[in-house]
């Protein structure tokens, strides 16, 4: 097995192979050293340990982000910070891990998990070495990956990453495994019902208030897969397949919308044997004549479907929720439950639970969803100022007191909404053991929704590039993503209220491969086509 320091070093090698023209052109990466060295100093008074430089491998790999707002700004570079110390060499290449990298397991992959593998590949795609997502993205639909061992939407995963760089060989060449997998989910598939059966376990969301049932994440997941399929399907030509699973995503969306909307709470909730029960069946779905039910609570994951779909436009009314003070509001991010239900945060000695407490995990997939939704037709309940306010309270909630009364930068489980506790640490704490288990949780994202969502790039398989930034007007006097990669040219994002901060005109402009291609006076929706060919 390769040490640490041999897989840091093969991947600095392999990002400083990559062309020149992937080397920032307004910013200077020397400017940023300094939150890394902040970082690890962090690092050592909270944990004990002292890590590696991290420093050559960022440098090397990720874009550079400048903002006039600190905060976001220190962030961005902290979860690039935190999300490297996942990466491991294993046989199948560099994998992310969810937990930081134990000794090699006996399965000879670290133990990494697939619940949070759309994020790791969201935020992967942004990485000037490109291996790292793809190498991710091979192992979950290889022999020795195990995709559903938590409810994944894997295939739209992939085509993900390529809306990002570019190019289709990945789906391509993933597309009879991205097949294989989505009938292997039939196991769940109760015919009688038309949807798919989880346990919130297998959901990644233990102890929620709607129990196992007919859940939103999977169907969605589903729906999002058979999308993603019809789409890789059309690009090899096969119009029986994409046909196929075009048909299964239209019919399963369809019974999701008829069968797990409560238009009485005008949400997706739970369907399954008893309401708000927090039932536990163990089952992979009910007997036939069984009474099923919505739960009758919201729960955060009831966004999940503008994650990857789009609901019918009367169901925008959910977003109503979100900053309601007895729905989701929390100072510290959305709660998972609403405030409202009787069985909201239930007692449970379980640290993991997802009856009210806040999560990364869900901020993430909120996040997304939201800023999807935001993207498409106007409606009246939400607006980007709530997208930015949300986007602001996950970054503060990412913080950690240490015993000497500094404050530092942290990313961990689960967190009191209120409080800005992080809960599965204290409760761990108090029970003298794995205290060190949550420290930088890869569970979430972070600069995948900064990039497509706050900042705007829309990432599309056609030859456009698509910028729709949903920070509100007057909110940040500057901005800059310098060094993007993207269908293999190199993009940077400039925002300057005067003109003056970097020297390249007032508004917003986009440089692709340091040419100045589009430009407005102030916030709002860009375009620019990319040159054909690869940039020189």
């Known amino acids: 097995m390769k040490s640490p320091a041999n897989i840091v070093a093969a991947l600095i090698l392999t990002a400083a192979a990559l062309p020149l023209r992937l080397q920032a052109q307004t910013l200077h990466a020397e400017d940023y050293h300094?939150?890394?060295q902040q970082f690890a100093a962090d690092e050592h008074e909270a944990t004990g340990q002292t890590p590696p430089d991290e420093w050559p491998w960022l440098q090397a790999n990720i874009p550079l982000f400048d903002s006039s707002d600190k905060r976001f700004e220190e962030m961005y570079y902290f979860r690039w910070y935190a999300f490297q110390k996942h990466l491991v060499q294993t046989k199948r290449g560099t994998l992310i891990t969810e937990?930081?990298?134990?000794?090699?397991?006996?399965?000879?992959?670290?133990?990494?998990?697939?619940?949070?593998?759309?994020?790791h590949l969201n935020e992967a795609r942004w990485l000037r070495n490109p291996t790292i997502a793809s190498d991710d993205a091979r192992y979950w639909l290889s022999p020795d990956?195990?995709?559903?061992?938590?409810?994944?939407?894997?295939?739209?995963?992939?085509?993900?990453?390529?809306?990002?760089?570019?190019?289709?060989?990945?789906?391509?060449?993933?597309?009879?495994?991205?097949?294989?997998?989505?009938?292997?989910?039939?196991d769940h598939l109760d015919p009688a019902v038309g949807l798919y059966w989880q346990i919130d376990t297998r959901d990644a969301m233990e102890k929620s208030i709607g129990g196992d049932g007919y859940r939103t994440p999977?169907?969605?997941?589903?729906?999002?897969?058979?999308?993603?399929?019809?789409?890789?399907?059309?690009?090899?030509?096969?119009?029986?397949?994409?046909?196929?699973?075009?048909?299964?995503a239209a019919t399963l969306h369809k019974l999701m919308n008829e069968r797990l909307w409560n238009p009485k709470d005008q949400f997706y909730e739970d369907l399954s044997p008893a309401a708000d029960s927090g039932i536990r069946a163990q089952k992979k779905f009910m007997d036939p004549g069984t009474q099923l039910k919505l739960s009758g609570t919201r729960e955060l994951?009831?966004?999940?479907?503008?994650?990857?779909?789009?609901?019918?436009?009367?169901?925008?009314?959910?977003?109503?929720?979100?900053?309601?003070?007895?729905?989701?509001?929390g100072k510290y991010g959305p709660t998972t439950a609403e405030r409202r239900s009787p069985r909201f945060r239930f007692e449970s000695s379980d640290q993991c639970t997802w009856n009210g407490p806040s999560w990364p995990y869900a901020d993430t997939q909120t996040l997304t969803a939201l800023a999807n939704l935001l993207n498409g037709p106007l409606q009246?309940?939400?607006?980007?100022?709530?997208?930015?306010?949300?986007?602001?309270n996950y970054v503060l909630a990412q913080h950690l007191k240490l015993p000497s009364g500094r404050t530092i930068d942290w990313i961990d489980e689960d967190l009191d909404a209120d409080t800005d506790e992080w809960i599965a640490k204290d409760m761990l704490k108090a029970k003298n053991k794995q205290v060190g288990r949550?420290?930088?949780?890869?569970?979430?994202?972070?600069?995948?929704?900064?990039?497509?969502?706050?900042?705007?790039?829309?990432?599309?398989?056609?030859?456009t590039v698509h910028l729709h930034p949903l920070l509100p007007q007057g909110q940040?006097?500057?901005?800059?993503?310098?060094?993007?990669?993207?269908?293999?040219?190199?993009?940077?994002?400039?925002?300057?209220?005067?003109?003056?901060?970097?020297?390249?005109?007032?508004?917003?402009?986009?440089?692709?491969d340091g040419k100045k291609s589009a430009t407005r006076p102030d916030l709002g929706p860009l375009e620019a086509t990319l040159p054909t060919g690869p940039a020189k």
């Open 34 to 36: 300094h939150y890394i």
């Open 99 to 119: 937990w930081l990298p134990k000794p090699e397991m006996p399965d000879g992959f670290f133990g990494v998990l697939p619940d949070a593998a759309p994020f």
């Open 145 to 186: 990956g195990d995709p559903r061992k938590y409810s994944t939407p894997i295939a739209a995963s992939v085509r993900d990453v390529t809306l990002a760089t570019g190019d289709p060989k990945l789906a391509t060449d993933l597309l009879p495994a991205m097949v294989a997998n989505f009938k292997a989910w039939d």
């Open 218 to 248: 999977l169907n969605t997941y589903q729906i999002a897969d058979a999308n993603a399929i019809a789409a890789t399907a059309a690009l090899t030509g096969d119009t029986a397949l994409q046909a196929e699973f075009a048909t299964k």
């Open 301 to 329: 994951i009831g966004y999940i479907p503008w994650e990857y779909i789009t609901p019918p436009a009367d169901y925008d009314i959910a977003w109503k929720q979100l900053f309601d003070p007895k729905g989701f509001a």
């Open 380 to 392: 009246p309940y939400i607006a980007p100022a709530d997208y930015y306010q949300l986007f602001s």
């Open 438 to 463: 949550g420290n930088y949780y890869n569970h979430s994202g972070f600069a995948d929704p900064l990039i497509t969502g706050l900042l705007g790039l829309r990432p599309s398989d056609d030859n």
């Open 476 to 512: 940040w006097t500057y901005f800059a993503l310098d060094a993007l990669p993207y269908h293999g040219h190199t993009l940077t994002i400039l925002y300057d209220t005067t003109g003056k901060h970097y020297n390249q005109g007032r508004g917003l402009t986009l440089f692709i």
